[in-house]
T-cell receptor
């Protein structure tokens, strides 16, 4: 059974700092990995999708990397802003699970002005 | 604007009530999902519909009853719920298939069972 772990569970940084969020998964047989953002009491917003054949994806100040063989992904946020404060979730689609996502518990990020 | 709309956003119900959650997507997707999000737990997949047919039911109690009348609409009918069913219920949609691409979520329906 696929398990997804995110470290740290919570992170607080000053504005302007670069930061890295970590995601690991136990079964490396995945089709893709997706990073989401969730604001309190709201739904999930897709940030980046990395297919299993890709090593990284970039969108603005966000860069996500994928090392499928080691079961790891990182989300790099450059020049963090208070508006980046949210919970960040990663999720994987396993080769045996169809299009069903397995989620981690998330990292709660606070960027202080 | 996410393309996936959920109503109501907030719902409070007693254990003997019957209510329904509604989800609508305008993205042309053919798969729709219900997820449950409880405090300090990962999102739990409840139901998956592909081309209006239920393809997955993750051992969800029968007090939750999904309905997918067409590829754009998904309902979750609720009856005789328990207080531990209080959670954020999230609807999502995607293109179906193993290269399914992105999952798009609605804003969620916050359910409180008294």
């Amino acid at each position: 059974k696929q398990e997804v772990t995110q470290i740290p569970a919570a992170l607080s940084v000053p504005e302007g700092e670069n930061l890295v969020l970590n995601c690991s998964f136990t079964d490396s047989a995945i089709y893709n990995l997706q990073w989401f953002r969730q604001d309190p009491g709201k739904g999930l917003t897709s940030l980046l999708l990395i297919q299993s054949s890709q090593r990284e994806q970039t969108s603005g100040r966000l860069n996500a990397s994928l090392d499928k063989s080691s079961g790891r992904s990182t989300l790099y946020i450059a020049a963090s802003q208070p508006g980046d404060s949210a919970t960040y979730l990663c999720a994987v689609v396993g080769e045996t699970s169809g299009s069903r996502l397995t989620f981690g518990e998330g990292t709660q990020l606070t960027v202080n002005p | 604007e996410t393309g996936v709309t959920q109503t109501p956003r907030h719902l409070v119900m007693g254990m003997t009530n019957k209510k329904s959650l509604k989800c609508e997507q305008h993205l042309g997707h053919n798969a729709m999902y219900w997820y449950k999000q409880s405090a300090k737990k990962p999102l739990e997949l409840m139901f998956v519909y592909s081309l209006e047919e239920r393809v997955e039911n993750n051992s969800v109690p029968s007090r939750f009853s999904p309905e997918c009348p067409n590829s754009s609409h998904l309902f979750l009918h609720l009856h005789t719920l328990q207080p531990e069913d209080s959670a954020l219920y999230l609807c999502a949609s995607s293109r179906e298939g193993y290269d399914t691409g992105e999952l798009f979520f609605g804003e969620g329906s916050r359910l409180t069972v008294l």
